[in-house]
């Protein structure tokens, strides 16, 4: 439609001032942080893209419902509310609520994975597969090749290859796959979705092989925008109803509600399956508390119920996607490489094409982020090898062939002209690209290492050619 254009369906109430740093201010607080952009400091970020998750801005009604939290430790109205929206939006008859999604990951890994099991899924994300390693399973990623290839203009990315499934089913037997895990608008391959077309061949193999199937549904939503744009035979469904039909598909679902749900924090695991059902409120209460409200507050079950209500009308997602693509297509325009189709919920910069000086084991994403802040103060985000950690066994670094920078878009936050000093610092960058060296660990942890390892600058001299046979 025509008359349709990705303006914001909303007008600005409240807002919070920003403050802009020297170069001299910015340079001193990255190697104060150990070149890691996670171990900033808040204040001294102009344009604050390194997540999307919890860092939206809630409605009126929102806040407003936050006024009506019934904080009963058993019981509360909000629980009955969100449980009931999560029915009425996503299927799931049970809810679990959760602090946010890795709780909903923990429960699920130690309830359903046994030690030697195998879990395949549409790309690997950082805390998922740390949970499910820990319950003793192991990872097997089934995305099709072309989310592995930044230049691939596949509409659908995010999409499970059905051969590589009967690959690891002739491997290691059905016996052995406690589920399959899907991922809507995969956050790891740069926000791409998958298609129901092919989530309904996926539906399928698990019937056949008696697997069940768990959906990541973070961006749930971001996913089914994508579908209703490039799925002929979804053109004419509402985001609401694309939504609906994704989850039906699938048995059990987590969810970090701080993205597509418009919550500061919040998530939880669903499920239609009784017996599965009552296992997961064994553990909550363990590890979150009460099944009535694991994780959360009766006040932000309000806010979450509100705004998954939010989260699924037309207008509010073509915006939030369209602000996502208006960055995208300006750094295109100027030349600038990045992962393309551009994502639901951030623009992914290519470090390999744009640093092809640094090698790999030299994290020229973890230095292109770095650089970007001491530009211009917008904070961005490494997924690369860093993020992709070691393998558990050999502990060499994975080496993924994804190199990226994510600059992440938080939900109904900045502005056009943000979008416009964001593309401007970033193509700036990219013009003095050579100039940027490399990096060395000074500090490495051992679990999901990216959030607070620490770094120092390689001498520009030391950094030797790419080894480009290595991937
Ligand atoms: C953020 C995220 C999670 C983990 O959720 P948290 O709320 O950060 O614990 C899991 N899966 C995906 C795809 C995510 O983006």
Sequence with gaps: ?????????????????????????????????????????????YIDLLTDSGCGAMSDRQWAGMMCGDEAYAGSKNFYHLRDTIENYYSYKHTVPTHQGRGA????????????????????????????????GTFVDVIIDEAHDAESEHPFKGNVDIEKLDALVERVGAENIPYVCIATCVNMAGGQPLSLANLRQVRLWCD??????????????ENAYFIQCREPAYRDRTVREIVYEICSLTDIATMSAKKDALVNIGGFLAMNDEKLYEKACALVVVYEGLHTYGGMAGRDMEALAIGITESVDDDHIRARVGQVEYLGAALQRAGVPIVTPVGGHAVFLDALRILPHIPQDCFPAQALAAALYEESGVRSMERGVISAG???????????KLELVRLTIPRRVYTQAHM????????????????????????????????????????????????????
């Design 390 to 400: 070691r393998n558990k066994d050999s502990g060499e670094n994975y080496m993924p």
């Design 105 to 136: 990951e923990h429960i699920l890994s130690q309830t359903l994975i046994s030690e030697g099991d195998f879990v395949p899924g549409n790309m690997y994300f950082t805390t998922t597969r740390y949970h499910q390693e820990l319950a003793g």
């Design 208 to 221: 056949k092989h008696g697997v069940l199937l768990v959906h990541d549904m973070t961006r749930v939503a």
């Design 420 to 471: 416009d000093v964001t593309a401007a610092a970033v193509i700036r960058v990219a013009e003095v690209a050579e100039t940027i060296s490399g990096l060395r660990f000074v500090y490495e942890p051992e679990m999901l290492r990216f959030f607070q390892a620490r770094f120092e600058r390689r001498q520009a001299g030391e950094v030797k050619q790419r080894d480009t046979s290595a991937r």
């Design 1 to 45: 439609m025509a008359t349709h254009t990705w303006a914001e369906p909303y007008k600005i109430k409240a807002v919070e001032l920003i403050r802009m740093t020297t170069r001299e201010q910015r340079e001193e607080a990255i190697r104060e942080a150990g070149y890691n952009t996670f171990l900033l400091r808040s204040e001294d970020v």
